[in-house]
């Protein structure tokens, strides 16, 4: 039996909708609302995103782009506009599910920045600064990657008056399956409270292809290990994890791998430490 009254904290803590309320339709005209009411109160320029070929980027793109032809033909506002944004390190080995994402998404521009230069150079600056290469340099490596895409978002966003888009949804804040201050780092999260299958959901209700739906989630970062799966490198699977978070039971080991992430990575989850809340 899990441990109910921790498993309710968490829910209520990522904003997770019970799924007998969960309705497809609503979550949509939800989040889409949101984006569009954000930037008619803040005044800014549209949404800037990554677009990996991961279904929950595709998912954030397509409200994205809905939520700005909306303010364009609600309000007028025709400089609003989608920035979908390809941040390959090198060559994307599932090159194909990005441009599949892409047709989905239809943004209003694509742009494309190879990040490999900039990681690399930062990387072998450390090393020549005097840090010696650590045995999981692959994963450390991997970070370089994922806050350098975050570099070249704001670096868009900064430029054109736009904001900063982030995809962690439910399932991926209670392992903490981000980068700190990389993917992690963001203006607004249109996906937060949305377990996995959840995703998947309202990227089909949206008219996704199996083949962006279905696809094998993966953060790709570590050269070493190209593809990994999510559910390998958390080793517990996305159904365990979205039963969790809609209250179901799930085996104890299923339960303490869960709990184990969502503590060890409270730190993700929280404002910088200071003096009087350390």
């Known amino acids: 039996m899990n441990d109910p009254e921790l498993q309710r904290r ?23 609302g949101f984006l569009a009411d954000y930037l008619r109160r803040t005044k800014t320029k549209g949404y800037v995103l990554g677009i990996s070929g991961g279904v929950d980027s595709t998912l954030g793109g397509r409200l994205c782009q809905l939520a700005v032809e909306r303010v364009r033909d609600e309000d007028g506002v025709a400089d609003v506009r989608f920035v979908a944004m390809r941040l390959p390190y090198g060559v994307q080995a599932d090159e194909s599910d990005a441009r599949a994402a892409l047709e989905f998404i239809r943004p209003d521009e694509t742009l494309t920045v190879d990040v490999a230069p900039a990681s690399d150079a ?15 340099a692959h994963f450390v490596r991997g970070n370089v990657k994922a806050r350098e895409r975050m570099i070249a978002q704001y670096a868009v966003a900064g430029a054109r008056g ?26 607004v999260t ?10 998947r959901e309202l990227t089909r209700y949206l008219g996704g292809s199996d083949q962006v739906v ?9 050269s070493d290990r190209p593809l990994l799966a999510d559910e390998v490198a ?14 179901e039971d799930v085996s104890a080991e299923a339960e303490a791998t869960i709990t184990g992430w969502y503590h060890r990575t409270a730190h993700k989850r929280a404002l910088p430490v200071t003096p009087g809340r350390a």
């Open 10 to 32: 968490i829910a209520i803590e990522l904003e997770v909708t019970p799924p007998e309320r969960f309705d497809p339709a609503e979550q949509v005209e939800k989040r889409v």
């Open 122 to 136: 930062m990387w072998e600056a450390c090393v020549s600064a005097g840090m010696t290469e650590p045995a999981n």
């Open 162 to 187: 736009m904001l900063v888009v982030g995809t962690d949804q439910a399932a991926e804040a209670v392992v903490g399956f981000y980068t700190k201050f990389g993917d992690g780092a963001c203006d």
């Open 190 to 199: 249109p996906l937060t409270g949305l377990p996995k299958r959840r995703v």
């Open 214 to 222: 279905d696809k094998v989630p993966t953060a790709d970062l570590e």
């Open 234 to 247: 958390l080793g517990v699977t996305y159904a365990e994890i979205d039963d969790y978070l809609e209250g």
